[in-house]
């Protein structure tokens, strides 16, 4: 990982806390995770137009790991050091 370009939080509920940062990567395939990740944010606004800020997460689906509903209530994993 590079530099943090932006990071905000907002409370959500009395025991949650929403965190979204905008990073900067050094990886080969950046510039078409980057581009993708844009392409949905023009859509989203596009639809929208209200939407200020969005911020979508790169993941995979993993079908070991349960329903996608069931890992948006979890908590990621601690372990960063996948991330280059």
Request: hydrophobic share 35%; proline share 11%; net charge negative.
């Given at each position: 990982?590079?530099r943090v370009?932006?990071?905000r939080?907002?409370h959500?509920?009395?025991?949650?806390?929403?965190?979204g940062g905008?990073?900067e990567f050094?990886h080969p395939?950046?510039p078409?995770?980057?581009?993708?990740?844009d392409?949905?944010?023009r859509?989203i606004?596009?639809t929208v137009?209200v939407?200020h800020?969005?911020?979508?997460?790169?993941?995979?689906f993993d079908p070991?790991?349960?329903?996608v509903?069931d890992?948006?209530?979890?908590?990621?994993?601690?372990?960063l050091?996948?991330?280059s």
């Amino acid at each position: 990982m590079g530099r943090v370009l932006d990071l905000r939080t907002q409370h959500i509920g009395p025991d949650q806390l929403l965190v979204g940062g905008q990073l900067e990567f050094d990886h080969p395939l950046t510039p078409r995770v980057t581009d993708a990740i844009d392409e949905v944010e023009r859509a989203i606004w596009a639809t929208v137009p209200v939407a200020h800020r969005i911020y979508i997460e790169p993941d995979m689906f993993d079908p070991h790991h349960g329903e996608v509903n069931d890992v948006l209530t979890q908590p990621p994993s601690p372990n960063l050091s996948t991330i280059s």
